[in-house]
């Protein structure tokens, strides 16, 4: 364990760097930035003005003399996995932003540099914290939609983009921009490994050559299934969640939602008429007693903060919630969808003329 506060250095001080962490961590009296890095010497100057920190031109030359005990890494994305095994390599805890690497094979590397140092390596998918993934959770745990069998989620917006995210070279691209945080909250949900996968990714208006457009279908060893689209080319708003289950529906925006449902015991079980349709009708006069209801997602538990459990685990040996290895999947899931269609083609016969 460690003393208060843990200090903390931030190398890459962009959106994600100094509006992300570095406005979280300056306001928490258990973590004290005492190092930053970036290339651009404005960027290290307002920090100094600011934190009263310690300023590097890059993360080799902070590596050489700050005393920071956790090294936050928020450089471009293909930058991930170096730069996070030369910090664990340091002695030195490291916080990744996502996506934590490129390829799965990069973040096997890193798991492993976290082994063998024997330094702990945090991945930041902070949406597991929040209060839309927690009201998803309590729902299903809940019992009250019946057998979660599907779960569906659109993360729509409109935006032509023309910044170092939509190139390859950089790792640009929904599936690693946004893609990361949907994915993640998938995986949590579906309770069970992803067995099967289908994809289409497409690149419609952005400058660059990356995907703006991402569809992917997962099946999972228990049965449920996800069908999640991350698009930057959806002009209306569309349900942002919705769950289906055997005795209702959920249907929610990320702040409201609209659940209907029945208590399956409150109704006779369903017998098959196997023969000819009573009065030629399909169908029965089953009444189901319907309850609607719109919750605003508000979880009924506490919602912690991303960095309330990295505190929690450097000072007090707490178990980290987001683990290495559950990020890691989300990557061998990105992966896997970049190649698109992997079902089992089907084998059919051809006829003869």
Request: with cysteine; net charge positive.
């Amino acid at each position: 364990m460690m003393n208060l506060p843990i200090r903390t250095a931030v190398v890459g001080l962009g959106r994600a760097g100094w509006d992300i962490h570095v406005a979280q961590l300056r306001q928490r009296p258990d973590f004290k930035i005492v190092d930053v890095a970036d290339p651009d010497p404005k960027r290290l100057d307002e920090a100094s003005r600011a934190l009263g920190c310690a300023t590097h031109p890059d993360l080799k030359s902070l590596l050489k003399s700050s005393k920071a005990d956790l090294v936050v890494i928020a450089t471009p994305s293909f930058a991930h996995e170096q730069d996070s095994v030369n910090v664990l390599k340091s002695g030195r805890h490291c916080l990744v932003e996502k996506p934590m690497a490129m390829h799965f094979g990069e973040a096997q590397r890193m798991i492993a540099a976290s082994r063998k140092s024997k330094k702990k390596l945090f991945v930041h998918q902070n949406y597991r914290f929040g209060k839309e993934f927690l009201f998803l959770r309590e729902i299903m745990d809940s019992g009250l939609l019946g057998r979660i069998f599907e779960i569906c989620g659109c993360w729509f917006g409109f935006a032509r983009r023309n910044d170092w995210q939509t190139l390859r070279k950089n790792g640009g691209g929904v599936l690693n921009n946004t893609g990361p945080h949907a994915i993640d909250m998938i995986l949590n949900l579906l309770d069970s490994p992803v067995v099967a996968l289908s994809s289409d990714l497409q690149h419609i208006k952005d400058a660059g050559d990356c995907e703006d457009h991402a569809h992917i279908f997962m099946k999972a060893k228990n049965g449920r299934t996800a069908d999640i689209t991350v698009s930057t080319v959806c002009a209306l708003p569309s349900p942002k969640w919705i769950l289906l289950g055997s005795c209702g529906t959920l249907s929610c925006d990320g702040t409201t939602s609209t659940l209907r449902y029945y208590d399956p015991k409150l109704v006779p079980p369903l017998t098959v008429i196997d023969g000819p349709a009573p009065e030629r009708k399909y169908g029965n006069d089953d009444v189901l007693p319907w309850k609607d209801e719109v919750r605003p997602v508000e979880p009924k538990g506490k919602c912690p903060g991303y960095y309330d459990n990295v505190a929690d685990v450097l000072l007090r040996g707490a178990k980290m919630v987001v683990t290495p290895e559950s990020a890691a999947e989300v990557i061998r899931i990105i992966e896997w969808a970049r190649k698109g269609t992997v079902f089992p083609p089907l084998k059919m016969k051809t006829l003869k003329r």
